[in-house]
């Protein structure tokens, strides 16, 4: 495994800690990325798009849910992003049986000292994957839920912090019902995305078979390009990317047209708002841009809004989700020109 690319501002100053990001330029940041996802991709083949998507959720500071069938590639994509990015990587499998304490940690007595002590659970690290988030009570569920919103851990009264950064990758299976627990909206809305890798093409997937062959062993690693302090280095640059008002105005106007929509019960909130432009400049920022675009909000309408809409109930036998709602809004609302702000000297 090589040295991380990214580097102190200061050699003087030594390892730099999360909490002392490094200050990194847009095209620096973007160069970053770019090698994260070129990383990944030596793992994960023909799903460019999907996991730039990924990146984008984590460089946004937020969570991405996938929702896909088995052996499609998710637990790989995990694990394989989190070698990239330099981050302790954990997996906790979710079942019916599983208890918040098997999560979060739990005190245990010390017969030596005759003290207790606190054991961390697997939710103490930099990536967490979630697997078959939706095999477990909503009891759990819950304990996640303030792990990933709050970034912190609430056990036996005291509240404890998570490390930074810290980021969750939840799976969940479509089609699979039995004996799950479907995520409630308030934790659905806690993913600043959902996406789905979907089916390989033919070639794809003998591009896999091929490399597997000529690797002669099942485990696959990937080159560490960044690590936990390079990373929020990239996130704070994410927060200098230029949203013009008028393509603010866009997404504002999308999430809207979402509650409007004569088939949604309930449409996106403002925290979906929120996802869309976040998202967008950390998309803006792979895409070696210092400002978003309206291609951008539109690319992140269906994995930022989706799972955010709430179809009528009487309209669930004619296979009408979320996805067809903000496919219309998409349609309807005028797209701005897109504008690049001028240089700043």
């Known amino acids: 495994m090589t040295e991380p690319m990214y580097e102190p501002d200061d050699p003087a100053d030594g390892q730099r800690t999360a909490d002392a990001p490094a200050t990194l330029s847009v095209e620096a940041a973007g160069e970053a990325a770019t090698a994260v996802l070129d990383a990944v991709e030596t793992a994960v083949v023909g799903k460019r798009e999907a996991l730039e998507l990924v990146l984008t959720g984590v460089l946004a500071g937020g969570h991405v849910l996938l929702e896909d069938l088995p052996g499609l590639g998710k637990t790989l994509a995990a694990r394989s992003f989190a070698q990239a990015l330099g981050l302790p990587f954990t997996r906790a499998q979710f079942t019916p049986d599983l208890l918040p304490a098997d999560l979060t940690g739990a005190e245990v007595f010390d017969q030596r000292s005759g003290e207790f002590v606190f054991r961390p659970g697997p939710v103490f690290t930099g990536l967490l994957l979630a697997d078959e988030i939706n095999r477990t009570p909503p009891k759990t569920q ?196 897109a504008v690049e702000p001028p240089a700043t000297s």
Request: net charge negative.
């Open 142 to 337: 819950s304990a996640l839920l303030e792990a990933m919103q709050e970034r912190q851990v609430s056990v036996e009264g005291t509240t404890r912090p998570l490390p930074r950064p810290f980021h969750v990758l939840a799976t969940a299976n479509p089609i699979e019902h039995e004996g799950t627990y479907p995520l409630p909206e308030a934790q659905l809305d806690r993913f600043l995305l959902r996406l789905s890798f979907g089916y390989p093409t033919a070639e794809q997937e003998w591009d896999v078979v091929a490399r597997r062959i000529g690797r002669r062993r099942e485990e696959q690693s990937v080159t560490q390009v960044l690590d936990g302090a390079g990373l929020l280095a990239v996130q704070a640059a994410v927060e200098t990317v230029h949203v013009e008002d008028s393509v603010g105005h866009y997404a504002v106007q999308l999430v809207a047209a979402t509650r409007e929509h004569q088939h949604a019960l309930v449409g996106a909130s403002p925290r979906g708002t929120l996802a869309l432009i976040t998202c967008a400049r950390a998309l803006a920022l792979i895409r070696g841009r210092s400002y978003v675009v309206p291609e951008d909000i539109k690319a992140l309408a269906h994995p930022a809004l989706d799972h955010r809409v709430t179809v009528k109930p009487e309209l669930w036998l004619q296979n009408i989700t979320g996805h067809g709602v903000v496919e219309a809004v998409l349609g309807q609302v005028p797209v701005p020109a």
